[in-house]
T-cell receptor, first 116, second 116 residues
Framework: AQKITQTQPGMFVQEKEAVTLDCTYD???????LFWYKQPSSGEMIFLIY??????QNATEGRYSLNFQKARKSANLVISASQLGDSAMYFC?????????????FGKGTMLLVSP | EAGVAQSPRYKIIEKRQSVAFWCNPI?????LYWYQQILGQGPKLLIQ????????DSQLPKDRFSAERLKGVDSTLKIQPAKLEDSAVYLC??????????????FGQGTRLTVV
């Protein structure tokens, strides 16, 4: 079964508008972390935001916020006031630590295109 | 602080040839990851090292792929012989030992392999 599911292959948004990128996850580990990375066309993976499973508040980093709904196992990324430079692939990833050392598992990604 | 270094950036080989990729992680990072990212998909973990020992290589096609991390620093990933389906970007990442859920992985720019 997929551990990370991103159901939106592509999203389009106009500059200055907000956009939500969906991510659902599957784990039985009570302790886990969720990450969002941005991958521009140049290829590097850029860390955006992190949410821990025990965090009481939703994470925020500048224009990025994470809508964390633990019971629904969802961790959607919200980008406010989109900019042209936000056009990129976005990946949701999860780190579980139940078995000691853990790996970072990625979803298939969502391509975001921001238009003027 | 220097980031994760990878070389080469691009490589084109014919099928059945061999190829090797090199990665130098961030200084002090004990954990090193190799991911394969096929076009349009999310990164898939091939192998994870803790110092010079293998933590997870469950998705490494061991009949043709091999990896080593001598002295717990630099790492090389080798493919021999290459197949057309090995065409992908190979991403190297490093982190502190991932004992906590918020352990961030830092990525190199990747090596884009084309097998013709």
């Amino acid at each position: 079964a997929q551990k990370i599911t991103q159901t939106q292959p592509g999203m389009f948004v106009q500059e200055k508008e907000a956009v939500t990128l969906d991510c659902t996850y599957d784990t039985s580990d009570p302790s886990y972390g969720l990450f969002w990375y941005k991958q521009p066309s140049s290829g590097e993976m850029i860390f955006l935001i992190y949410q821990g499973s025990y965090d009481q508040q939703n994470a925020t980093e500048g224009r990025y916020s994470l809508n964390f709904q633990k019971a629904r196992k969802s961790a959607n990324l919200v980008i406010s006031a989109s900019q042209l430079g936000d056009s990129a692939m976005y990946f949701c990833a999860m780190r579980e630590t139940g078995s000691g050392y853990s790996t970072l598992t990625f979803g298939k990604g969502t391509m975001l295109l921001v238009s003027p | 602080e220097a980031g994760v270094a990878q070389s080469p950036r691009y490589k084109i080989i014919e099928k059945r040839q061999s190829v090797a990729f090199w990665c130098n992680p961030i200084s002090g990072h004990a954990t090193l990851y190799w991911y394969q990212q096929i076009l349009g998909q999310g990164p898939k973990l091939l192998i994870q090292f803790q110092n010079n020992g293998v933590v997870d290589d469950s998705q490494l096609p061991k009949d043709r792929f091999s990896a080593e991390r001598l002295k717990g620093v630099d790492s090389t990933l080798k493919i021999q012989p290459a197949k057309l389906e090995d065409s992908a970007v190979y991403l190297c990442a490093s982190s502190a030992p991932p004992r906590q859920t918020n352990t961030e992985a830092f990525f190199g720019q990747g090596t884009r392999l084309t097998v013709v």
